[in-house]
C-alpha cells in the first residue's frame, strides 16, 4: 500500500477496509495472492467471466498478427460494427470506437453541441459519466474543482423507493419531465441554451430504481420539444446484463439519439465506443475531424467482436434473466428474516437491496451497508455498495453466473446480516 | 470504402490516394490483403516492431490469467511504474496510467488548473495533443467547431529552416519565449489567467525542427517567472525513438514539470500515462478523484513493462541513433541529385526531408511531398508527410529499423524522385 501510494499518488481508491490483491479470474471466480478464491459478484468488466477463453484467444490471434489502426483498411471493426448495431435497430448504424467510456461520453456531449449549436447539458444529481474534463464536470458527487461547469444543470435521481413528489408511476415520471423541463429553461435564460439530456436509463449509479416502462416518455416529449439530444449512456447496463432486454434504454422504452458504450464491451480490453444515426454522426464528423489511435484497432475490434459473440452465442442475456430472477426471489426470502432490507430491487444481473435501520422510516443503513459488504469480502464473496444514500448492496456479477452461485452469495449474504449485528 | 463510409460515418481520414488495407504485421513490415509486402517507415505505434514476440506473449499471459482494474491491489503497476520513472529521474516519480494519449493530455491540463488555479494554456500553433473535448481546443490545424477554446493561445511553432525573425539559434530561441511571454501577459490580461504551457519537446507535428540544447531555457523561465506549469508530451518522441535521448526534453534540456506519454508506450496496446512530481499528482489528486477503468489494468501494464523491457534491453534506442544518422546522410547524399530536398532533419528514427520548389526562395513543395508519398507507397515503402507547410516527408519506423532497411528506403526515394517529376 506505501508503494502504491509513493507511485500513484495519493486518494487512489481502492475496495474493502482490507483491500484485495488478485492474481486470478476463471468464470465467476477470483483468486488473492494467498490462493483464496472469491466469487466475483461485482465486476461488470469482465462481462462475458473472466479470461473467457473465446475472447482471450482473439486478442492473441489479432495481437499476434496484425495491430495498426484505423486510417488503414480492416474488416474486423465494419464486421463488428454491422453486428453491434443490428442489437440496436435502425437508425443506429454508425458508430466511433474509442478506448474509454469516457471518451464516449466527451464524443456524445460533442454530437448534441454539433447538432443543436449549443452547449448545455442536463444530467442528474447522483451519476457518473467519466473522467475527461467535460465529463467529469457531470458528476455532484465527485465533482472536480477545476474547469468550467456553468453549462451543467442537474436534475433529481429518480428513487422508486421515495420517489420525487411522494408517488410512485406516472406522478414520479412527470415529476422527473418537470425538472428536466426546468432545467431546459434555466438553460435557455442563461445563454448557453441546451443541449443534450446525458442520462443511464438504468440509472445504474442512481440505485437503479424500478420504474416502468414509459417512465422517461414526458421527459423524452419535453426534451424533443426543446430540440435536444438525448444522450444514452449504456456504460452498466448494457450488452444484456439487464437480462429483459440488450439494453438499458429498450427496457425503459426511451428512444435516444445518441448512445454510448464502454466497460463489459471487449470483457477488460480497453474499448468503448459511440453509436448514433448517420445524420448526427454527418454533424459530429463536419464539427470535428476525430481520430482515436487505439480506437477500433483490429486487437480491439476482435475482442469486442468475441466479447459479442460469446454474449450473443452462449445465450447470456437469458442466463442473466434467469438467474437474476431466482437470485431476487432468494433475496426476498431473505427480507422476510433480516428487516435490515428495505427494498429489493433490479434487473437481470443487476440487483441489490436498499438496506435501512428502520422500514417505516426508511432510514438509510448507510454505515451498515459498507460493514456488510466487507463482511462479505470476509466471507469470500465480492460486491459493493452505492445509491443516492451509499446504502444499496451492488450486486453485478459476470454473466455467466449460475444458481448456484446465486445460492452461495444468499447463503453468505444471510449468514452476514445474522452475524454482524445493525448497530456497528 | 462504401462499407467504411455507411459504418464509420464521413471524414474518417485514410492514408494515400489508394488507402492500404492491412492483414499482418511482422518486425518493420506490413502485409496487405493481396499479400503485398510493404516496409514500414511509418508507424510509431509497434514501437518494438509489428508483432513483437515478447510484447504478444506478455499480453496473452496476462490476458489469460487476470484482467480487472485498479481498485484491487497488482503489482505489474507497481512494477512499471518503478522501471519508467527509473528513466525520468527525480522527482518524476509518480504516475496515472490512462488507455489514450488524449486523456493524458486532458489530465496533464487539469494538473495545471490544480496548481495554479487558473485555466490559461499556452501550444503553439501547428500542434496536436489529442481529441477529448479540452484537449481538441488545442489545435489549430485540426480546430473543433464546439466547445470553448478562449482560454487557450497560440504561439508560432519553431522552424529552424525558416526561423522567427529569420534567425536560427539563440534569436529564434528568444523570439520564441518572447511570443510565449507575450501570451502569458494576454492570459493574465484576460481573466483566464496562465496555467500552463504545453509543447511537444520534439516539436513533432510542427515539422520537428533542428533546436540547439537549451533552446527551451529561456522559454522555461518566463514560465516559471508566471507560476505556470510545463507539460512536454512525449507522445511521438519519447520511448527511445530519437536515438540520443530516452525523451525529447532531455534532448532539448527542457525541464518540464509534468510529463504525457502515449501510442509507443505499449507496442499498439490502449496504454498512455502521465508522469509527475509527487506535489503535482497530490494537487490533482486532491482536486478530483480520477479513476480510470482500464488504465494500468494487469493487461494493460504487463504490455508496457514487457515493451520497455523490449526498447532497453534490446538497445532500441541506441539502434535508432545510429541507423538514424545512417539514414540521414543517405538522404544528405540524395539532395546532392535531388534539388526538391531543401532541408534535412531529425534524430534518431524520427526523421525526414522537406520538399521545396526553390532551393533559394524555400517554397514548400506541398503538392508534391503528398505526390512523392504516394509514389512510395506504390513502391512498397510507407511514409508520410506533416510540418507547418505540409511538405515535409515524416519517416518514423518501428525501432528494430536496420540500415539494410534503410538503403531500400533511400532507392525507393531516389526512384521516385526520379521518376515523377515536380511539375506534377
Redo the contacts between chains.
Keep these: 500500500?506505501n508503494?502504491?501510494r509513493?507511485?500513484?499518488?495519493?486518494?487512489?481508491?481502492?475496495?474493502y477496509e482490507e483491500?484485495?490483491?488478485?492474481?486470478?479470474?476463471e468464470g465467476v471466480w477470483?483468486w488473492d495472492a494467498d490462493g483464496r478464491k472469491y466469487l466475483d459478484c461485482y465486476?461488470n468488466?469482465?462481462h462475458v467471466g473472466?479470461?473467457h477463453?473465446h475472447?482471450?484467444e482473439a486478442?492473441?490471434r489479432q495481437?499476434?498478427?496484425?495491430?495498426?489502426?484505423?486510417?488503414?483498411?480492416?474488416e474486423t471493426?465494419?464486421d463488428y460494427?454491422?453486428r453491434l448495431?443490428a442489437t440496436f435497430g435502425d437508425p443506429f448504424?454508425?458508430?466511433?470506437m474509442?478506448?474509454?467510456?469516457?471518451?464516449a461520453n466527451?464524443i456524445a456531449?460533442?454530437m448534441g453541441?454539433?447538432v443543436t449549436g449549443k452547449?448545455g447539458v442536463i444530467a442528474t444529481d447522483h451519476t457518473y459519466h467519466g473522467?475527461?474534463?467535460?465529463v467529469?464536470q457531470l458528476s455532484r458527487t465527485?465533482p472536480?474543482?477545476?474547469?468550467?461547469g456553468s453549462h451543467i444543470r442537474h436534475v433529481p435521481a429518480p428513487d422508486s423507493y421515495r420517489p420525487l413528489g411522494g408517488e410512485a408511476g406516472a406522478a414520479h415520471a412527470r415529476a422527473f419531465a418537470a425538472a428536466v423541463e426546468a432545467a431546459i429553461q434555466e438553460l435557455e435564460a442563461s445563454g448557453h441554451g441546451f443541449s443534450s439530456l446525458i442520462i443511464c436509463p438504468f440509472f445504474a449509479n442512481e440505485g437503479f430504481p424500478t420504474l416502468m416502462e414509459g417512465f422517461l416518455a414526458e421527459t423524452e416529449a419535453v426534451v424533443r420539444k426543446a430540440g435536444g439530444v438525448i444522450i444514452a449512456d449504456e456504460v452498466q447496463p448494457g450488452f444484456g446484463r439487464i437480462g429483459t432486454h440488450m439494453w438499458g434504454h429498450q427496457k425503459i422504452g426511451l428512444t435516444p439519439d445518441v448512445i454510448t458504450l464502454?466497460?463489459p464491451m471487449a470483457?477488460?480490453?480497453?474499448v468503448a465506443g459511440v453509436v448514433t444515426t448517420?445524420d448526427i454522426?454527418?454533424a459530429?464528423?463536419?464539427?470535428?475531424?476525430?481520430?482515436?489511435?487505439?480506437?477500433g484497432?483490429p486487437?480491439?475490434a476482435a475482442a469486442a467482436l468475441a466479447t459479442l459473440e460469446v454474449v450473443q452465442d452462449e445465450g447470456l442475456m437469458e442466463n442473466a434473466r434467469v438467474v437474476g430472477d431466482y437470485a431476487r426471489e432468494g433475496l426476498t426470502a431473505l427480507a422476510e428474516c433480516h428487516d435490515v432490507i428495505g427494498d429489493i430491487r433490479g434487473s437481470g444481473l443487476f440487483f441489490g437491496a436498499e438496506l435501512v435501520l428502520d422500514r417505516a422510516t426508511k432510514e438509510p443503513a448507510t454505515a451498515y451497508a459498507t460493514t456488510i459488504a466487507n463482511a462479505m469480502r470476509d466471507r469470500g464473496v465480492l460486491l459493493n455498495v452505492l445509491g443516492i444514500h451509499y446504502n444499496t448492496l451492488k450486486i453485478r456479477p459476470p454473466l455467466p453466473f449460475t444458481k448456484e452461485n446465486a445460492n452461495l452469495l444468499l447463503d453468505a449474504l444471510d449468514d452476514a446480516l445474522t452475524t454482524v449485528p445493525v448497530a456497528t
Tied chains: 1, 2.
Design positions: 500500500m508503494r502504491r509513493r507511485l500513484l499518488g495519493p486518494n487512489v481508491s481502492t475496495f483491500p484485495v490483491h488478485l492474481v486470478k479470474g477470483v465486476n468488466v469482465p473472466h479470461c477463453p475472447v482471450v486478442i492473441c495481437a499476434g498478427t496484425l495491430n495498426t489502426h484505423t486510417r488503414y483498411l480492416h471493426i465494419l460494427i454491422e448495431s448504424s454508425t458508430m466511433i474509442t478506448c474509454t467510456g469516457s471518451e466527451d456531449l460533442r453541441e454539433a452547449r473522467n475527461t474534463s467535460a467529469a465527485n472536480p474543482k477545476t474547469g468550467d464502454g466497460k470483457n477488460g480490453h480497453p448517420p454522426m454527418a459530429f464528423r463536419t464539427s470535428f475531424r476525430y481520430f482515436n489511435t487505439f480506437g484497432n486487437v480491439c
